[in-house]
Each structure stands twice: as structure tokens, then as C-alpha cells.
């Protein structure tokens, strides 16, 4: 009896133990276990400075998925963007993906303006319209030196 | 000048020889683990008597934590008007940082305390010795369960005071202090990443490593009378608090 009671003790202490761990890696750590909920379309981008891995991407303000990596093209030296795309989510392919930037230094994300088109975007599809991240250093500067055009 | 020399190469001499009979007690402790992993029964009393006894008071620690952490996060945020940030603020520093050093030491205070009184009076009462001379390892009987109770339980109290250091955050943030609760939860989950969480997790396994090492090591090695376990204890337990805070630094350092 005493030694069910023991049992029963740690067996509790364990269970507590590994909901807070799976609490913190799965809901915060956003560690993915069973993968294939998305699809990954990519964009190309003049510039995604301060775009991280990560980053949320959004339509009409609701997260739809995340940046999944940012790489470079060798032949136009622009930005390939890889977005993980919720699976339930269809994005046409004139849709429009922008950087913006939450607040004026908050973190850069990406949202994307829907399209009219019938075609939707499969795997791998490419979003042809962007717009880049605005370069507020660079616009300020521009302010400053007179140069607006 | 002389004897201040000698002094000195004696002081150095004593110190090798101590941190030699450490790593060596560690190593054959492991040794040991590998080998004879012990029976599920002992390990569970360790995992009991160092994780479920330290239950209540790591969630007293944790809530009050949390709490003092949403409170001193909410003055300084709202200096910037981005009181929103403070669910990652809170959540941050308890995860990379509070969670595994603050139950790491509480363990220390009340499980690492303990077993060195027991190690050690088990060796002043010569049991231990009794023990080798029916020809049983006392590291099977007293070290390795303890050492392998300590790596079971401490992460998991690690991860139970950051989800209840993360609530107490909470209480305070939301209910008295009245943050937004979505962008409380929300700011948190968009800024704990799971790196966050692997060197939280990796730091307390460290630290149960090093809680269970010194205490069983001073109480094993444990002066005469009584009050020599008196010392070994209070030596282990400041050893133990001690090494955590500066393996603390450079695990840090490094998974950064």
C-alpha cells in the first residue's frame, strides 16, 4: 500500500513535469511534430532587410504561416523569400506579398493582398508581384539631403 | 619566505588532489549508472524524494517569481508605452534564464542538503563501510539513484516553475496590472523560440548533474562526528549554489 502511494506520488510529480515541458516546447518552443500542415510557396524580393526566419506571415492581419527561410538568387542577386503557407489557406497566383513593419521598430513581416485570379498557388508556386521592405533609414536620409524626387 | 612558498605549493597541492577525487568520483559514478542502473525502486524514491517533496516550494518560488517579474516588467515597459512586450519579457527571462537557475537552487537548499546529511552520516555510522565489507558497491546503493533521480527530476521542476512563473507573470500583468491578455500570450508565443527552451532544458539537466555530484561527493567524503557532516553540508550546499551560478555563466555563453 505504501509503496502503490509512492508510486502514485512520483507518477503525478512525472505527468505535471512533462505537460509544462510539452507546454513550453510545442505552444512556445513551436517545435512541430507531426510536419505537412503547410505548403511552401516563394517570392523574390528587391530587399527583405530586417526580415527574419520566422517572421509571421499575415492576410488581412490573421497569420497564415511563417517565413521559412530567406536565401539569395546568384543570377538577379535578389532576396528568395520560402513561405510555410497554412494548408487551409488558398492564395491565388496574382496575390501580392509585401515587408512590412509592425509599429515603426517593431519586428518586419509579410502580407499578402489577395488577387482575382481563378488559378490558385500549388507547392513551390511563386508569387509574382512584391513589394520590398521600406527602408526607413534611407527614406529619412532622402528627406534630409533633399533628394526626394 | 620560505614557508609562505610552501604554504602555497601545500595549498595548490591540496586543491589538485581535491578536484582530482571529484572528477574521479564523478566519472566512477557514471560508470556505475551505465552499468548498474539500479532498481527502478530506488530511482523512484530518489526522483520522489528530490522532484515530488520539492513540488510546493518550487511553486511558491515560481508564482512569486512570475509575479515580481510582471511587476518590475510592467514599470520598466511602461516607460516606453510597450507594456504588450511583457509576456516575453516575463517568459524569456524565466525560460533562457530564472527557471533553471532559481529551482536549481532551491533543490540544492532542500534535496542536495539532505543528501549529503544522509551520505554523510551513513559513512560517520560506518555503514557504508559495512557495506564493502559484504562486498556491495555503495556507489550502486547510494550514488547512482540519487544522481539518476536528480537528472529525472530537476528539468521537470525546471519546467514547472517557468509554466507557473509564466501564470503568476500573468496575474500580475493581466489582472492587476491590466495588460492586454492577448498580447500577453500572443507577444510570447511570437518570441520564445525553441532554442529558448533547448538551453533551458539543457542548462537544468547540467545543473541536476552537478546538485546530485557535489552533495553526494561531500557527504561521501565527509569529515569525523557529527561535526563533520555539519560542515559537509553546509559546504556541499554552497559548493553546489556556487558551481550552478558559474556553470550558469559559461553554458550560457556557449548555447547563446
Known sequence: MKKASLETVVGIFVLIGIICLAYLSIKLGKMEIVGGHHYEVRGEFDSVAGLQDGASVEIAGVEVGRVDRIALDPKSERAVVYLSINDGVKLTDDVIASVRTRGIIGDKYITLAPGGSDKLLGNNGLIRDTESAVDLEELLSKYIHGKVD | ?256
Open chain 2, 1 to 256: 619566505m620560505s614557508i609562505l612558498v610552501d604554504k602555497l605549493g601545500a595549498l595548490t597541492l591540496r586543491l589538485l588532489r581535491e578536484m582530482g577525487r571529484m572528477l574521479t568520483f564523478l566519472l566512477y559514478s557514471i560508470y556505475m549508472i551505465a552499468r548498474h542502473p539500479g532498481k527502478p525502486v530506488h530511482v523512484l524514491r530518489q526522483v520522489h524524494f528530490i522532484g515530488a517533496k520539492s513540488f510546493f516550494v518550487i511553486f511558491l518560488t515560481a508564482s512569486f517569481t512570475g509575479m515580481v517579474l510582471g511587476l518590475q516588467g510592467y514599470y520598466t515597459l511602461a516607460k516606453f508605452g510597450s507594456e504588450g512586450l511583457l509576456g516575453s519579457a516575463v517568459a524569456l527571462s524565466l525560460i533562457r534564464e530564472l527557471g533553471p537557475v532559481l529551482s536549481a537552487l532551491m533543490v540544492t537548499g532542500r534535496a542536495g542538503s539532505a543528501i549529503t546529511a544522509e551520505i554523510g552520516i551513513k559513512k560517520i555510522t560506518e555503514q557504508i563501510d559495512a557495506l564493502e565489507a559484504m562486498a556491495l558497491d555503495p556507489f550502486k546503493y547510494l550514488v547512482s539513484p540519487k544522481i539518476f533521480g536528480a537528472l529525472i527530476a530537476v528539468p521537470l521542476l525546471c519546467a514547472i516553475f517557468d509554466v507557473v512563473g509564466i501564470y503568476g507573470g500573468y496575474i500580475v500583468g493581466v489582472k492587476l496590472l491590466g495588460v492586454n491578455p492577448g498580447a500577453y500570450f500572443h507577444e510570447m508565443e511570437k518570441s520564445v523560440e525553441w532554442k529558448d527552451v533547448y538551453s533551458g532544458i539543457v542548462k537544468s539537466i547540467s545543473f541536476g548533474l552537478i546538485i546530485a555530484w557535489v552533495c553526494c561527493y561531500k557527504g561521501y567524503y565527509a569529515g569525523h562526528g557529527a561535526e563533520g557532516v555539519s560542515r559537509a553540508t553546509t559546504s556541499a550546499v554552497v559548493m553546489a549554489s556556487v558551481v550552478i551560478l558559474i556553470w550558469d555563466y559559461f553554458l550560457t555563453s556557449v548555447l547563446l
